[in-house]
């Protein structure tokens, strides 16, 4: 069983509608003014958590995602209407990830609160219609704007998977053993401690609707909420469990295990305090060996609620589990530590860039002018003297000039070829 949840996903907004060209209509007036509405907002993409998802694999199967547009404005100053966001459940816990070529990935967030939504992808703005552009030289305005181009992005998903119960125990135990003995999960098992080094889950079933999901950690020892054997690296695994089975070598001494148990408590409560408090099952190993079965006995008056178990033999091992189970069920859900959640943020507005291509083209790139570009109509020549006038008002005429652009050049922009002048 994979420990780690993961998929690929292209995520795209709604483009925004198209402003439109329109007059107004009134009796006795053979045209009146502008009167073009304004396009809608494209849908955003929003991830959604859902607590009754528990992985990611819909996502080998449904890889994209679009928003849909907006709708284009219409006459008498109406507006299109706006699309409605499209909204992907995703499991609890999923950390989402931006990708892009030849940068490190970029967190956007975590989903670890239920019904928490996060925005990945915003659709564009409407076009306005030509009732914006208006001026007291340009009573007539022939153009509107194109909608907004909207963002799309791949992403990574990333699902931790939550355990259930919590496995601990100081090394040697036999941890890894009941993992195996009750579950598909094949972790090493060996005589010596330290054998677990990563923590391991299983799925436990035990019937058709009743599961859970345990984990196996590496031994606890004296430190390890201080990082001692790793102890920080995988204690937070624990921290989300609803319920601990504390396993006890039972072919220690009886001292032994009551100063083993108390060792391990500790660390616990070390790490964080609220472990102290969460429900515990402590339990002695290896029954089938006749000194353990010996020292269950004599601690079974001291140590409340202790069973026993042989990982070898099955026994006991039934109705431990389903004493977990039970507990699961009645457990209030722990308090995961809070994770901040970065608010979306927006791709940074860059400043132009102009680089001179091999057939001697200026071409210039930048997401504001690009978009701009965009939303451009070119077919109307209104529309186009107001592009010039954007471009010289951000510098990027200035910018020509002084790379030496004369006029007749090719000036190129997302695909534009444009005559400099
Ligand atoms: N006789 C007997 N031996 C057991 C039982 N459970 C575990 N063992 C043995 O105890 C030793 C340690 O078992 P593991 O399951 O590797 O112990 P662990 O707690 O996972 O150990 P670490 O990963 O090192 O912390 C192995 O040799 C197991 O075969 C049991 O029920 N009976
Ligand atoms: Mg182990």
């Excluded at 990708?99 to 925005?119: C, I, K, M, N, Y």
């Excluded at 504001?368 to 510098?395: H, N, P, Q, Y």
Aim: hydrophobic share 40%.
């Amino acid at each position: 069983m994979q420990f780690v949840d993961e998929a690929l996903i292209t995520v795209a907004g709604g483009r925004g509608g198209d402003g439109v060209v329109a007059w107004r209509r009134e009796k006795y007036v053979p045209k009146g003014g502008p009167a073009g509405g304004d396009g809608g907002r494209g849908g955003d993409v929003v991830l959604e958590a859902n607590p009754e998802l528990g992985t990611l694999i819909d996502f080998r199967f449904k890889k994209h995602f679009g928003a849909e547009a907006g709708r284009p404005g219409s006459t008498s100053n109406k507006s299109g209407r706006s699309a409605e966001d499209l909204v992907i459940p995703v499991p609890l816990g999923t950390l989402v990830y931006r990708l892009a070529d030849g940068t490190p990935e970029f967190f956007v967030g975590d989903l670890s609160a239920a019904r928490q939504r996060l925005r990945v992808a915003r659709g564009g703005r409407g076009g306005l219609g030509n009732q914006h552009f208006a001026t007291s030289s340009r009573q007539a305005p022939r153009f509107a704007e194109k909608g907004e181009p909207a963002e799309a992005y791949t992403l990574r998903l990333e699902l931790k998977l939550l355990a259930d119960c919590g496995i601990i125990g100081l090394p040697n135990a036999g941890k890894s053993t009941l993992l195996a003995a009750v579950s598909a999960a094949r972790p090493k098992i060996a005589d010596y401690p330290f054998t677990t080094l990563e923590p391991q889950l299983g799925v436990v079933r035990l019937a058709p609707e009743e599961s859970f999901v345990m984990v196996d950690v590496p031994g606890l020892i004296e430190g390890a909420h201080a990082g001692s054997g790793l102890g920080d690296r995988f204690l937070r695994h624990v921290e989300r469990t609803r319920v601990l089975v504390h396993l006890m070598d039972g072919t220690h001494d009886v001292s032994d295990i009551l100063d083993a148990k108390r060792t391990v408590e500790r660390e616990l409560e070390l790490w964080n305090p609220a472990l102290a408090t969460r429900a515990t099952l402590p339990v002695i190993t290896k029954l089938d060996l006749p000194e353990a079965r010996e020292h269950f006995e004599t601690l079974r008056s001291d140590v409340a609620g202790l069973r026993g178990i042989s990982a070898a033999t099955g026994e006991g091992v039934r109705d431990l589990l389903y004493a977990v189970y039970q507990t699961i069920r009645e457990a209030p859900a722990p308090q995961l530590p809070k994770v901040d959640t970065p608010r979306f943020i927006l791709t940074p507005k860059e400043p132009f860039d102009i680089e001179i291509a091999e057939d001697g083209a200026y071409v210039i790139t930048g997401e504001r002018v690009e978009r701009l570009a965009a939303m451009t109509d070119f077919d109307s020549d209104e529309a186009l003297a107001r592009f010039e006038a954007v471009l010289a008002k951000i510098g990027v005429e200035r910018r020509l000039r002084e790379l030496g652009a004369r006029d007749g050049d090719t000036v190129r922009i997302a695909g534009n070829e444009f005559v400099y002048s």
